[in-house]
């Protein structure tokens, strides 16, 4: 019997996990990456702390909160803290893996259930914890959600390989594609049971696409459960929210509805131009650490000098990173964006008479993984004829410059796509962006109409560029889309730590952090969207 049957073995033994753990494991020092001691350590003075707060709050809504991977558990606990100060009744489910791609032996997976059960410990009585591996699921699933299981297995594989193509004949990805549909089964089995049994008000759940956490999102719309999701982008102190929809959709209508019919002002026009600039000049801005370029703006004749490009007009690809959750069942009439570039490039291929610059997605670089949108555009072509640029993730380009000279964009569902037609050029989205369909891009829904599209465009580049209302259109939403999309939160999830320092849960609670976060923290709860 080799090391890891063993584990399985004494996994299964009824107190095994248990004794072994009391014994031997609990006071050591972890050396599994999944580590909770510091969560430990702090939560009994957090809690402390919360508890005039709790005492003082109306009573609120009864709110199931899910949270898996440890780093997602770490913040979720704090902000249970902060929802419970406010009245609310939580409980924080919470399911103990660190890797969501491996099969981990059943003890080891059962002693970070027993280490995630005494790090949150410290939270009774304000938060009721429980753990998704002790409850009981339902014996079957309704079709839809099994058909949800399905869709998100496949989503969590294109994830985790960073690619669409996921090949059920390789031994590797169907393996992978196995053990997702065998934890999301059991997810959904288990919230749907416990859903049915507790009827929470609302369900609190980061991204609410992938992995488990889409299960979970998928349960509670299936129920009917009101559902809030979150994600974060560069900027700390800030959050993205949704409700009812997955966050990694960007589904803004509410925003469009409520915002965009209101006028721009010549601060919000300056604000949003510092943010353009700083993108363009290479530079961070706000307070964020993130470079969205590496080279600043070398100017538009010294782009087209580097390129070798001539006065033939330009068209321009702006592709995302291959895998992203954000590009995850965001087709339209593409069975995949790798289909839509493929096509894309061999139509201009045979267009000479106009030049296509392909920009790869500067991200490309943070997952080495994943398959290079420039290389989908090669695999494409015979040969690269010398009309068709490729601009890889590294090349010292500026993508701010190649808006200045393209006459028309093409996009998936980058947000340069705005940009673009910020900039009055015509844009033709291809993907399900939350920008489509703003008035301000071309939008096909077949690749009947894509092609018309682009043929429309080709044919007449200066009837196409953007009238005065459609850029100020562009300019409306990319201001609310920047600035009014993302809400201010005090503890973004890669810094949890930093920040917690700064915004302890008595400063959030106090005066001071409520002045700022009370909203936030309300529509987590599942309050309507407002703004000041």
């Known amino acids: 019997m080799n090391k890891t049957s063993l584990r399985n073995f004494l996994g299964e033994l009824p107190l095994a996990a248990e004794l072994d753990w009391s014994l031997r494991q609990k006071n050591r020092a972890r050396k599994d990456h999944y580590n909770l001691d510091r969560l430990q350590k702090s939560l009994p003075a957090a809690v402390a702390k919360t508890i005039p707060f709790v005492n003082n709050a109306k009573p609120g809504k009864n709110i199931l909160f899910f949270a898996t991977l440890h780093y997602w558990i770490e913040q979720s606990a704090y902000i249970s803290l902060v929802l419970a100060g406010q009245g609310h009744k939580v409980t924080l489910m919470t399911l103990p893996y660190s890797e969501w791609h491996k099969q981990m032996d059943k003890l080891t997976q059962r002693q970070r259930a027993l280490h995630t059960r005494d790090a949150l410990a410290s939270l009774s009585p304000l938060v009721a914890h429980v753990s998704m591996l002790d409850l009981k699921p339902v014996s079957v699933l309704p079709s839809q959600l099994q058909s949800d299981v399905e869709e998100i297995s496949l989503w969590d594989a294109q994830y985790t390989l960073m690619r669409e193509e996921v090949d059920m004949d390789d031994a590797g990805d169907r393996a992978l594609y196995n053990l997702r549909i065998q934890r999301n089964t059991f997810a959904a089995r288990v919230a749907l049971d416990w859903m049915q049994a507790h009827k929470p008000d609302a369900v609190l759940v980061p991204n609410g696409l992938i992995l488990e956490m889409g299960i979970v999102f998928r349960v ?6 009101q559902v809030i999701t979150y994600e974060f982008n560069d900027q700390r102190e800030q959050i993205w929210l949704a409700q009812d929809s997955s966050i990694m959709r960007q589904e803004t209508d509410y ?20 943010l353009e600039n700083a ?8 307070k964020s650490k993130r ?5 600043s703006s070398q100017g538009a004749e010294n782009t087209r000098k580097a390129l070798g490009l001539d006065s033939r007009p330009v068209v321009m690809i702006a592709a995302n990173v291959l895998g992203d959750s954000l590009t995850l069942g965001r087709n339209v009439f593409a069975e995949s964006m790798s289909e839509w570039m493929t ?3 061999q139509f201009f291929a045979h267009r000479p008479e106009v030049q296509l610059v392909i920009r790869v997605h500067p991200g490309e ?22 009309h068709i640029h ?3 993730a590294t090349d010292k380009i500026n993508t701010y410059d190649l808006i200045e000279i393209a006459d028309l964009g093409l996009v998936y569902t980058t947000t340069v796509g705005v940009e673009t037609a910020m900039n009055g050029r015509p844009v033709i989205a291809c993907g399900d962006t939350h920008y489509r369909k703003r008035g301000f891009t071309i939008d096909p829904s077949s690749w009947d109409e894509y092609f018309a599209a682009v043929e429309s465009v080709l044919a007449d580049f200066e009837g196409h560029r953007l009238t005065e209302e459609q850029t100020a259109l562009a300019w409306n939403y990319g201001y609310r889309f920047f600035f009014e999309y993302p809400r201010p939160f005090p503890w973004r ?36 969207f407002t703004w000041k």
């Open 365 to 386: 670089t943070l997952v080495p993984k994943a398959r290079s949108m420039g290389q989908v555009a090669r695999d494409a072509l015979t040969g690269q004829p010398d």
């Open 220 to 225: 509670a719309r299936y129920l009917g459960i």
């Open 343 to 345: 096509r894309t490039v």
């Open 291 to 295: 470079l969205w370029q590496y080279i």
């Open 255 to 274: 925003l469009v509805k409520a915002r965009c019919s209101q006028p721009m002002t010549d601060d919000m026009y300056q604000r949003l131009a510092d």
């Open 279 to 286: 993108r363009r000049g290479a530079r961070v801005w706000g």
């Open 493 to 528: 999830l890669m810094n949890f730590w930093d920040d917690l320092d700064v915004w302890p849960i008595e400063r959030v609670l106090g005066d001071e952090g409520m002045s700022q976060f009370s909203d936030t923290f309300g529509f987590l709860a599942g309050k309507p």
């Open 390 to 392: 490729i601009i890889g």
